[in-house]
């Protein structure tokens, strides 16, 4: 069967001090599956769009913040991840530049500047617990993992990192 997941972003925009980063608390949508949970910013790819236009319209729509500097982190295959059992693709940001500033709430929950060691101890999805280490350390090669779903938790992490 062929592998046709849903593309999307996910963005982790951090203070120009380098020691926080912006976070979502999901919690304005009731049926929302991340409800309660803290993540980044993104969503899905929109169709002709490449996928860095896709990150900075994503930041842009749920932050207000213009990127000026952004990094690729890495990728990872959620095979099984999305409410009915689709598979989804994602492609994860550094954005370490920015005008602007966020409001307090967006259409999914409340806008968090988070220090960066508090992170582990936030309610997320159990699987954030393995790739965030890699995304919020700036100095970590890009990763490539795959994270399979079954039931809404994750059964396996398997990653690669590049040289840079």
Known sequence: MPY???????GYVF????GKVLLVHRTAR???AHLGKYNGLGGKLDAGEDIVAG??????????????EM??????????????????FGFLFRV???TGTPPDANAEGTLHWVDLAAVPGLPMWDGDRHFLPLVLDRAAPPFHGVMPYANGRPVRWSVSTLPR
Do not use: K
């Open 55 to 68: 990150m900075r319209r994503e930041i842009r729509e749920e932050a207000g913040l213009e990127c000026t």
């Open 4 to 10: 046709t997941p849903i593309l999307g972003t996910l």
């Open 71 to 88: 990094h690729l982190a890495g990728t990872i295959s959620w095979p099984g991840f999305g409410a009915a059992g689709e598979d989804w």
């Open 15 to 18: 203070s120009p001090d380098g």
């Open 96 to 98: 370490t530049g920015f």
């Open 30 to 32: 009731p049926h929302d």
